[in-house]
């Protein structure tokens, strides 16, 4: 069972449950954390209360191309984690030694090291869904999507659901020098979330989930990749546990959960490019990508 977010006939955020066979019943909330909550108050679970919701109701669509799509939540904050996926440690290292590849790196530190890397990735006004576009910087020349497994985590780190997300990054400014993480992973729209929440207790083991993206450039397809969640090298609670560790966590976080989908080091991601990332029991997240205008130079 997956909930996602509409604009329905009052152009108001609607929720929507989404069953496996395609059809989309109407849920009475705005908010997926409602349905979380009301689960909760009720002492019965998220997908208990849908299925008693959706029990005598007409679908509303028979499938998601009928609906203009929102962002599946409305996350306060979007974390991220690196370097939890070999491909993910071989291509940082890449950029950050210009290909010298028998040099020990930071990344390859933070690959085996007892403390993963979790890094703050971006905000709801930053984040887009379905659909909308995403940008690219105006003062990179190395940008790539990462699409990544999304955890979504309520106020005590508990996952409820799971997301696809695509941590867009800057290759160029992150190898520079690691310190500009920053710059190379957070501007406008440079985050997307969705199409849906795949409820947590439908997954039966999030780490055999296959993840694909694909990227278009004038109609043709010039990026496929696959991988799996099962090449992840840390488990999901591990990562769960860092980041909720001292730190204050709002109901409705997302947490990246690093990519190991890497396109070739000679491309980079140009503006009209569309940009699919799949992965099957959540979806297909679709953005187009456009190019930032230069609305400054930097001083020199
Ligand atoms: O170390 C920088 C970020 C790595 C990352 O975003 C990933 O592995 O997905
Ligand atoms: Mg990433």
């Known amino acids: 069972m997956r909930v996602i977010r509409f604009v329905d006939s009052d ?3 609607r929720c929507a449950a989404l069953t496996d066979d395609g059809q989309v019943y109407p849920l009475p909330y705005q908010e997926f954390m409602e349905l979380i909550r009301e689960a909760d108050r009720l002492k019965t679970t998220p997908l208990t209360l849908v299925k008693r919701m959706i029990s005598d109701v007409e679908p509303l669509a028979q499938s998601l191309e009928q609906l203009r799509l929102l962002v ?5 904050e979007i974390w991220a984690c690196g370097v939890t996926y070999e491909k993910s440690k071989e291509a940082r290292n890449y950029e950050a030694t210009a290909g010298k590849l028998d040099v020990t790196t930071f990344y390859d530190k933070v690959y085996d090291a007892w403390r993963p890397e979790i890094f703050f990735k971006s905000t709801s006004a930053r984040t887009v869904g379905p659909d909308a576009p995403l940008s690219l910087r105006s003062d990179s020349n190395w940008q790539i999507p990462e699409p990544e497994l999304g955890l979504v985590l309520d106020q005590h780190g508990t996952i409820v659901g799971y997301t696809i997300g695509n941590d867009m990054s800057c290759r160029d400014i ?6 500009y993480l920053p710059q190379a992973k957070i501007w406008k729209d440079s985050c997307s979330i969705g199409p849906a929440i795949r409820l947590a207790e439908t997954v039966p083991d999030p780490y055999s989930l296959e993840i694909i993206c694909r990227i278009y450039r004038d109609q043709q397809q010039v990026v496929e990749g696959s991988a799996s969640t099962r090449q ?6 591990e990562l769960v546990s860092f980041l909720i560790q ?3 966590i709002f109901d409705g976080t997302v947490l990246l959960t690093g990519t190991s989908i890497v396109p070739p080091n000679d491309f980079t991601l140009a503006d009209g490019d569309r940009i ?3 992965i099957p029991g959540i979806g297909i997240l679709r953005n187009p990508v456009r190019a930032l205008r230069k609305t400054m130079t930097a001083l020199s």
Not at 174 to 179: Q, R, S, T
Not at 232 to 237: E, F, S, V
Request: charged letters at 40%; aromatic letters at 0%.
């Open 232 to 237: 992840l090298k840390r488990r999901l609670d």
């Open 72 to 76: 599946p939540i409305v996350a306060p």
């Open 174 to 179: 992150e190898g520079e020098n690691p310190l």
């Open 11 to 13: 152009e108001k955020p």
């Open 276 to 278: 699919e990332i799949q």
């Open 246 to 248: 001292d730190n204050q």
